[in-house]
């Protein structure tokens, strides 16, 4: 108990490190310390290729910054401590994923910013990890993320200065890897599924030899 509990605020702390990340940018923008904007993802030219790994950490003004921190912060915290062993690997595979899909299939209209694409990405993979695990800890989780956050799915849809296509290949690109690592990291089963396993256990040990003993049963 006391590590769980030693974990989660290890947890907490990493959030709001990354949280302060995307506040400290952009108060440099703001106060005019630097010009972060050429650090977009700038779809099909070369120098819009930095922005996969940089647009996620700017934003265009403290509206939109506001809007995905708290998302962020709810979402980040249930990833790291449910599945604290491959929660990096899905921020990084979603952060590079999205983004490239973005760079490459996303019309060069514009330039995305925002970190909601892997907030998207971190949503679908709490989601789908419960319907390719099946374990009641993430289906637990992946009806909560759905009944919470299931008017994101609006993202999806084309609107003027929001960047659906980040939402669209952030949700892609957490499925994608909630398949992947579907049978690692698995949730500790809770008291109620160890019960039924030792159940199952034994009922299968009481039927084996009443089966072999059967007459004329195929062995």
Do not use: C
Not at 89 to 109: C, Q
Not at 152 to 174: C, D, K, N, R, T
């Amino acid at each position: 108990m006391a590590v769980e509990k030693s974990n989660f605020w290890k947890n907490t702390l990493l959030v709001f490190a990354l949280l302060s990340i995307l506040w400290i940018v952009q108060l440099i923008q703001y106060f005019g310390i630097a010009d972060l904007s050429t650090y977009g993802n700038w779809p099909h030219h070369l120098i819009g290729l930095k922005g996969i790994i940089f647009s996620p950490f700017i934003h265009g003004s403290f509206d939109h910054l506001i809007s995905n921190t708290l998302p962020m912060l709810v979402l980040l915290t249930v990833l790291l401590n449910a599945y604290p062993r491959t929660a990096l690997l899905v921020l990084v595979f979603v952060h590079l994923l999205s983004g490239t899909l973005v760079w490459s299939f996303a019309p060069d209209t514009g330039v995305h910013i925002g970190i909601s694409g892997i907030i998207y990405g971190i949503a679908s993979f709490l989601v789908a990890s419960g319907i390719f695990r099946k374990d009641r800890t993430s289906v637990s989780i992946a009806i909560l993320v759905g009944l919470v956050y299931g008017s994101m799915v609006w993202g999806f849809i084309p609107q003027e200065g929001i960047s659906w296509q980040s939402h669209l290949y952030g949700a892609i690109s957490g499925v994608i890897i909630a398949f992947i690592v579907r049978k690692r990291d698995l949730p500790p089963a809770t008291p109620t599924e160890l019960e039924q396993s030792e159940e199952d256990r034994h009922f299968f040990e009481q039927v084996k030899p009443n089966h072999q003993n059967q007459p004329g049963a195929d062995i």
